[in-house]
């Protein structure tokens, strides 16, 4: 792979995908050409026509190669997932003070957050990690299990500019995003969530958490787009019965409330890993997610706002369909 990435790192490359295959890879292994990764690595963060790159599936992979790859004058899109960081010494911290970084994309995924904002904040600064960010415009994040304070402050300090945000899945362990506040996104315009949950009584927590997230937008909030997808390990009720319970109503008040006078669009997507009843194939499974426009009635009613419903069933032939 060293080799290969030698070659590539003297390439006319836009966009470079990084990933290791079959599980994870240490960065550098003792006794094996791994250690000439770095290197060639920070040599492709200086290649010009480098503007997007994505890591992933990665141990150990040092501190200082995320000041690199986050503050390289060409990289506007990064993605980072599913990395373990390898701390680096104040020193090398250092090199991040005053600097900004290009990047107007950024995703972040699984991936140690403390370790990701310490190194673009020197030992030695009271510069926040967000500062280095005067360009983003579009954030998405995996949110962790737990609260995690650092990840807030970073949203919240890069809120002002941010166009699209999306939390992905958040669960009622992780409370997110209960404890941020929609006011600050004064340039949003597409706000995109995804809640992980195993049954009805999780759903309905974490959707209110949500709708009090809504809440907080400021008056009138710019967000044209809301798109929220509910992943479950089986399926939820949606009955009329079930509605009440799940507090449709809520959402359907404050995405029809003054605040949210531009949204222009509403997208619900529903993904279930397995139904009660194992259902046949051309069995109309499809029905109960159907009545989910008959439990936004304020929604349906607004012709200024187009409604999507989608369903999915991971591994199957069942049923997809999207109305």
């Known amino acids: ?58 141990l150990d992979f040092p501190q200082s190669l995320i000041i690199a790859v986050v503050y390289s004058p060409n990289i506007t899109v990064l993605s980072l997932a599913d990395l373990s960081i390898e701390a680096s010494d104040g020193d090398t911290r ?53 609260r995690d304070d650092d990840l807030s402050d970073f949203i919240l300090g890069v809120a002002h500019s941010l166009e699209t945000l999306a939390l992905e899945h958040i669960t009622l362990r992780a409370a997110y995003p209960t404890f941020l506040d929609l006011a600050p996104f004064t340039s949003l315009r597409i706000l995109k969530l995804g809640i992980t949950a195993t049954g009805d009584l999780e759903v309905r927590f974490t959707l209110a958490g949500i709708v009090n997230f809504l809440a907080s937008a400021m008056h009138p909030s710019p967000i044209e787009l809301v798109a929220i997808k509910i992943t479950t390990a089986q399926e939820i009720g949606l009955s009329k019965r079930d509605a009440l319970f799940m507090r449709w109503n809520a959402l359907d008040e404050v995405l029809t409330s003054p605040a949210f006078v531009n949204l222009s669009r509403l997208d619900l997507q529903f993904v ?42 991971p591994f199957s032939r069942v049923l997809v369909f999207s109305i």
């Open 272 to 313: 279930i890993a397995r139904f009660r009843e194992a259902p046949r194939f051309g069995d109309d499974m499809s029905r109960p997610y159907l009545n989910v426009r008959a439990q936004l009635p304020l929604v349906c009613a607004r012709t200024s706002i187009s409604l999507s419903v989608s369903l999915e069933v």
């Open 94 to 146: 250092q090199n991040s003070r005053g600097r900004h970084s290009r990047i107007e994309t950024l995703e972040l995924g699984r991936l140690p957050y403390s370790y990701f904002f310490s190194a673009l904040r020197p030992t030695t600064s009271s510069q926040s990690a967000s500062e280095a960010f005067p360009h983003l415009r579009s954030l998405s994040i995996v949110v962790p299990s737990d």
């Open 1 to 58: 792979m060293t080799k290969v990435l030698e070659v590539l790192s003297r390439a006319m490359l836009e966009s470079f995908t990084l990933k290791a295959q079959m599980g994870f890879l240490t960065w550098e292994i003792k006794n094996d050409d791994s250690h000439r990764r770095t290197p060639i690595l920070l040599a492709m963060c200086s290649n010009p026509s480098l503007k997007s790159l994505h890591i992933s599936n990665f």
